[in-house]
């Protein structure tokens, strides 16, 4: 316990607060609340253990050596981890953003100001929509800004959708629009749009079942049988570089066509090749690894 708080404290002098609070604020995106000196602590600690555990294994059962890359496979696995949560929580938010954007304009005609109905919506509200508010609530009673919290919280957000809801909103608030009529307005256009977004969803996930099964079954299942042709050949004592090269060729073909087949699929769902790390980097841990066992460990079976 000792080094783990010897570790946080070297990362918080090291590390700029900058950098600390940027990754802070991704891994809430993600919903982890552990503080980002801890995490950077813990992941140390934890590849270093796995790194001691697998040399052990590794002298007793003579496996690959290569497999002491396999924890350092940690870090990519909570990134995408992170983004594949923070993807859930926009789209809850969006989901759940016409339903509040009726709540506030009902709200509104009574009579309450933006402010207040804001606040009142917040208390009884449930959601990462309504923590959001309620930080944004929160941070104008310390002293910050009105505008610039609420501009804030629409970068929070971090959808395209909801970004220009609430802009529109802000901005009819400063010239003094009905925001109530506006807001009704808003929330029917919100709702098609998701309504949109969710039927073209749906329409695409035909093809990208397909890419992940080639990605994940197909692929590294159809190069493991090569790898085990080629030990079988050496086996025979008939080893050449050109065995040697298929197997490499097998491997980073593996691992190429996984990070590829993420893009594509970031590309099909979201018109954007980004978004697909984190579909590349999981895909590309279970391929690589399908592709492992068949290559060490089939062949064997099939012997026997």
């Known amino acids: 316990m000792n080094q783990f708080y010897i570790l946080s404290d070297y990362f918080e002098n090291k590390i700029s607060e900058k950098h600390l609070n940027k990754l802070q604020d991704f891994l809430l995106s993600g919903g982890i609340s552990i503080s980002s000196t801890n995490i950077l602590s813990l992941l140390i600690i934890a590849i ?15 496996l690959n050596y290569f497999l002491l890359i396999s924890p350092f496979l940690i870090l990519p696995s909570l990134i995408s981890y992170i983004l594949i ?163 490499i060729a097998a491997e980073s073909y593996v691992i190429i066509h996984s990070i590829l087949v993420g893009f594509i699929i970031g590309l099909i769902l979201y018109g954007d090749f980004k978004k697909g790390l984190k579909f590349s980097i999981p895909l590309t841990i279970v391929a690589y690894s399908i592709f492992y066992i068949i290559s060490n460990f089939a062949g064997s079976l099939l012997i026997f």
Request: proline content about 2%; cysteine-free; aromatic content about 8%.
């Open 48 to 62: 270093f253990t796995l790194e001691i555990l697998l040399l052990i294994l590794i002298s007793i059962f003579n």
């Open 85 to 247: 949560k923070k993807e859930q929580r926009i789209n809850e938010i969006e989901q759940s953003s016409p339903d509040f954007l009726r709540q506030l304009s009902a709200i509104l005609r009574v009579g309450l100001s933006f402010e207040n109905a804001m606040e009142s919506i917040s208390t009884y509200g449930q959601g990462p929509l309504y923590d959001e508010i309620k930080r944004t609530i929160l941070e104008i009673k310390m002293g910050k800004n009105f505008d610039d919290a609420w501009y804030d919280f629409v970068k929070r957000l971090d959808s395209k959708e909801l970004k220009r809801v609430f802009i529109i909103i802000l901005e009819g608030r400063k010239i003094g629009t009905s925001l109530s009529s506006v807001i009704e307005d808003v929330s029917n256009d919100l709702r098609d749009m998701l309504a949109l977004k969710r039927d073209r969803k749906s329409s695409v996930m035909m093809p990208v079942m397909f890419l992940i099964i080639s990605a994940i079954i197909a692929t590294p299942f159809s190069l493991g049988m090569v790898s085990i042709y080629s030990n079988f050949i050496v086996s025979l004592g008939k080893s050449s570089e050109l065995i040697k090269t298929a197997v």
